[in-house]
């Protein structure tokens, strides 16, 4: 089993930044791909960001892409989600998940979809105001 934990969120006027992290523990962190997720009120849950176990490569949703950067610490066991020039409707619960990717390719293999996550962290709420 993996615990992993979100913190950083908050409520922040547009444009702000903020950083998320996902503290990670229970297994070797550098087996799984990583991955953030976010779910509006009333919405399905949307990819936001995803990396690869080494920290090499890294996908962004269309929405974030060129806003928001994904970074790992293998050694600290933890993921991070820099999140700049903040909209309005970034407004959301944002999720760390984990995908078990030993026998993967530790360069290539990031995942988009939810279904593919087999851990998550209990969310974080990020409120952009106007």
């Known amino acids: 089993q993996v615990q992993l934990v979100e913190t950083g969120g908050g409520l922040v006027q547009a444009g702000a930044s903020l950083r998320l992290s996902c503290a990670t523990s229970?297994?070797?962190?550098?087996?799984?791909?990583m991955g953030w997720f976010r779910q509006a009120s009333g919405k399905e849950r949307e990819f936001v960001a995803a990396i690869v176990r080494s920290g090499d490569n890294t996908v962004y949703g269309d929405s974030v892409k060129g806003r928001f950067t994904i970074s790992r610490d293998n050694a600290k066991n933890t993921v991070s989600l820099e999140m700049n020039s903040l909209k309005p409707e970034d407004t959301a619960v944002y999720y760390c998940?984990?995908?078990?990717?030993?026998?993967?390719?530790?360069?290539?293999?990031?995942?988009?979809?939810?279904?593919?996550?087999?851990?998550w962290g209990q969310g974080t709420q990020v409120t952009v105001s106007s």
């Open positions: 229970g297994r070797t962190f550098s087996d799984y791909a």
């Open positions: 998940a984990g995908k078990f990717a030993k026998f993967l390719s530790a360069s290539q293999y990031a995942a988009t979809s939810p279904h593919d996550y087999d851990f």
